[in-house]
């Protein structure tokens, strides 16, 4: 099992650019997590799937931020535009049967914004 | 809204000498999950408890889940160097909520 993929391992960006962040779970996972992680704030989750359906995304910090999940292989977190402030690594994760179980993480995208 | 702590937020120690973590939520957790990243690294899945009061050893590692499930903590005996890494508990609140700790990081000093 190649374990969940996110590409690209490394963004940088200028400020007002559009990113966009790529995940594929694990192979038959139901549940697909999106989290930044900063020195400051820490590793917060941004928004969670299931059944490729969005649950809660109150960790979302603005309009600039968008997540969809076409299918249950693919998920894309999209900022529009980007800011200095996004600047973070982002963390895909996927787990199975329920939001308590274990969670598999991506290696995550360090995403810089200039 | 709901938040984990976690103290200390940093810890050095002598390879050897023993280390704790703890985990404090302001709400009643459905259950604790205990996570190492290593630096540079990502989140690598250590444990889940679900009942009050529960303790699990993984060698030198135990975990403990408190009776009231707002709180945790993660013991280390014998600190090595390979324990080097950023603890984070993590756990499911009311509702939809899933919430990580601030994490402790911990260096380990030959």
């Given at each position: 099992d190649a374990g969940v993929i996110q590409s690209p391992r490394h963004e940088v960006t200028e400020m007002g650019q559009e990113v966009t962040l790529r995940c594929k779970p694990i192979s038959g996972h139901d549940y697909l997590f999106w989290y930044r992680q900063t020195m400051m704030r820490g590793l917060e989750l941004l928004i969670y799937f299931n059944n490729n359906v969005?649950?809660?995304?109150?960790?979302?910090?603005?309009?600039?931020f968008s997540a969809k999940m076409p299918n249950a292989s693919f998920s894309t977190l999209k900022i529009q535009?980007?800011?200095?402030?996004?600047?973070a690594v982002y963390f895909c994760a996927s787990s199975l049967a329920a939001l308590y179980n274990e969670q598999f993480f991506g290696p995550g995208t360090r995403l810089t914004v200039l | 809204g709901q938040q984990v702590m976690q103290i200390p937020q940093y810890q050095h120690v002598q390879e050897g000498e023993d280390f704790t973590t703890y985990c404090n939520s302001s709400t009643t957790l459905s259950n604790i999950q205990w996570y190492k990243q290593r630096p540079g690294g990502h989140p690598v899945f250590l444990i889940q408890l679900v009942k009050s009061g529960e303790v699990k050893k993984q060698k030198r590692l135990t975990f403990q889940f408190g009776e009231a499930k707002k709180n945790s903590s993660l013991h280390i005996t014998?600190?090595?160097?390979?324990?080097?890494g950023t603890y984070f508990c993590a756990g499911k609140g009311t509702g939809n909520q899933f919430y990580f700790g601030t994490g402790t990081s911990l260096t380990v000093i030959p």
């Open positions: 969005p649950i809660d995304d109150s960790g979302m910090p603005e309009d600039r535009p980007s800011e200095p402030r996004d600047s | 014998a600190t090595q160097t390979t324990d080097v």
